[in-house]
């Protein structure tokens, strides 16, 4: 497989504009996360900018369907949304402003990818990763999660995954509006294998409430390393499954906590002919390495963490996110944490960066990544005290296969 790293500024005028120079290879998936930071650093909460706050957490298209995950915080009401009206990025500042940014898919060709802009401020930094090769299989699956408890089929992709990353909420506008939603990302390879992470604030101005029981107003942030999605809504879990099965053409989960009405968005982007590692570590306390087996050479790492440790409750101090992606010589991350204080913060050489619950525009601890024939390295260049877990996808080549005996011919 392929896999090229890269960033985008956003144009002055809408309409379409392609991108080309990150790797000459045609693509089949592009993923992409950035901020309203027109340059690389971090930025605390202030009504008039936030920059740093209001972010597009994971976008991703395929060629044929999209969606985006995105965070409209403005530190008073702001919260996560879905997008799922075919737009791949939206970073929207607060949730009764105007969308900053907006695109869509427009075409892939070799060495390229188009983007259609509906609204746009020039020079804001959108950061992305393309998915190619011959061997890559790539769909996305769109579909609605369910209101009643049992096993749901995602299908559409055409082929069996070797695993998927998914990404769903509770908002079906994704933009402007009273109505406050909620989302997750989710990692998936197998009943072994998986990982799910979900951070929103809620404030109560959904009509009566998301479809769930036992809520109250604020925030809630929520890790699993043994669920491939879980979703909350402040601090009630809207919803919690788990990995069943790969199908023919697509996946199965089994949900056993929904919500009672509402059914939330979800987009599967499921990958094929490819090797695939899911997992979890911790990052570290003191700087230095921790190296990751993965059992086949990585081409593309992507990662995600609500900046806390482990557990199986619903943490209510912050909202908080990261995500960051690497093809192990180009990296890049997002960062934010909205709790005490609120803070962003953008980085185009670290995977990984996390922001402390302060006015602190630096990171308290960030870790550069690279790959090697059967692992990768995280390189922590600064840490804290907290042992934050840190979810990954490592994408691959793919080994082994069937084997065929040859007779050589024997020579004189």
């Not at 990763?129 to 579909?143: C, E, N, P, T």
């Not at 999660?145 to 995602?154: R, V, Y």
């Not at 809620?202 to 029981?213: F, H, L």
Request: charged share 10%; glycine share 14%; proline share 3%.
């Amino acid at each position: 497989m392929q896999a090229a790293v890269s960033s985008l500024a956003c144009p002055a005028a809408t309409g379409v504009q392609a991108y080309t120079g990150w790797g000459g290879f045609t693509p089949k998936a592009v993923l992409f996360l950035g901020n309203r930071r027109t340059t690389n650093g971090g930025e605390s909460q202030s009504a008039a900018a936030n920059n740093s706050m209001s972010q597009c957490i994971l976008g991703m298209m395929d060629g044929v369907n999209s969606g985006c995950l995105h965070d409209t915080d403005d530190f008073t009401a702001g919260d996560v949304r879905f997008d799922g009206t075919g737009n791949v990025i939206t970073i929207a500042h607060g949730p009764s402003t105007p969308v900053s940014i907006q695109a869509a898919f427009s075409a892939f060709a070799a060495g390229s990818f188009s983007l259609n802009w509906g609204v746009v401020t020039s020079g804001v930094i959108v950061n992305y990763m393309v998915l190619g090769g011959g061997d890559l299989s790539a769909s996305i699956i769109s579909d609605t999660l369910p209101t009643a408890t049992g096993n749901k089929a995602l299908s559409g992709a055409g082929f069996t995954p070797a695993g998927a990353i998914l990404i769903g909420g509770n908002n079906f506008s994704g933009t402007t509006g009273t109505i406050l939603g909620g989302g997750a990302i989710g990692f998936v390879k197998d009943g072994n294998s998986r990982a799910s992470i979900s951070s929103n604030y809620g404030d109560g101005s959904w009509s009566t409430n998301p479809g769930v029981t036992g809520f109250t107003n604020g925030f809630g942030r929520y890790t699993r390393t043994d669920k491939a999605y879980a979703e909350v809504y402040a601090n009630a879990k809207r919803y919690e499954g788990d990995f069943v099965s790969m199908d023919a053409s697509g996946l199965t989960l089994n949900f056993a906590t929904v919500p009672t009405a509402t059914g939330s968005l979800i987009r599967a982007l499921c990958l094929g002919g490819i090797s695939v590692a899911v997992g979890s570590l911790n990052q570290r306390t003191s700087n230095g390495n921790t190296v990751v087996a993965t059992g086949f050479p990585v081409r593309a790492l992507i990662i995600m963490s609500i900046i806390k440790t482990n557990g199986t409750t619903i943490d209510t101090a912050a909202l908080s996110w990261c995500t960051g992606m690497s093809d192990g010589t180009n990296s890049s991350c997002i960062s934010s944490i909205s709790g005490t204080n609120g803070v962003g913060y953008m980085d185009r050489t670290h995977v990984y960066a996390k922001m402390a619950d302060s006015t602190a525009t630096t990171p308290a601890a960030s870790a550069t990544v690279t790959f090697g024939y059967g692992d990768f390295t995280l390189a922590f260049d600064a840490t804290d005290a907290t042992a934050t877990e840190i979810q990954y996808i490592a994408l691959g080549d793919s080994i082994g296969g069937a084997f065929t005996p040859h007779r050589m011919p024997l020579g004189v």
